[in-house]
């Protein structure tokens, strides 16, 4: 069973499996129980459940939430592809997971015992490498993700996502709804309104049937404001 496990950890661990259909790639090779799908709004993993068990995102996006009484906006972060649910808990010797993680999206994902993961990662240190890499890339998205809402006001927090975005597609149109981006962004919706309105008026962007749109002219300014920012 364990060869089976490696040789589909070496496949999710360096990316080389279909995106869109991880159970195409994943099929035959996957011990049957590894592969695990999640409807949207279903819940993955729940908060102080012992933490027995390590879920690789495959593909969908899941929302990660703190249970706190006194604050109705208990989301922490949205995360998608690659992402290792559970082995931040095992590396800190945190015996249960410290969230909640519900799908967002419809989700896809490898299963795996944390004791079996860890059996075969220290034996095999083929998979060292590729799992450093995924871990850096969440770790890189937390800190840029910490960073901006340290350092940056709201609508600067706007600003900077639509920069970056535009950056390297003029004119770029957003796909996300009002909705989605107050989420994406960790924006009140009622604010988020308020500041698209602002920088509409002051020539960072322009509306058009509803969509915010960047064109040449926009992303000018955005990069007097936003282009020297290293996160």
Known sequence: MHSNITKALRIILKEEYNKK????SLRGIAPEGCLVTARENETIIYQKDPAAYLYMLLCGRAVIL?????????VIDYVESPHILGLVEYLNNIDYYTAFVVAKTRCVMFRIRVSDFVQIIKTDASLCYPTLVIMGKITDSNMNHAE??????PKDILGHYLYLRASSHLPYTCPLTRNALAEELHINLRTLYRHIDDMEK???LTLRKGKIVIEE???EKLADR???IIL
């Open 217 to 219: 002219e926009h992303l």
């Open 21 to 24: 259909n991880p159970l195409v």
């Open 148 to 153: 901006r809402h340290k350092t940056f006001h």
């Open 226 to 228: 936003y282009g020297d």
């Open 66 to 74: 703190n249970q706190i009484s006194w604050n109705s906006d208990n």
């Open 202 to 204: 002051k020539g960072y």
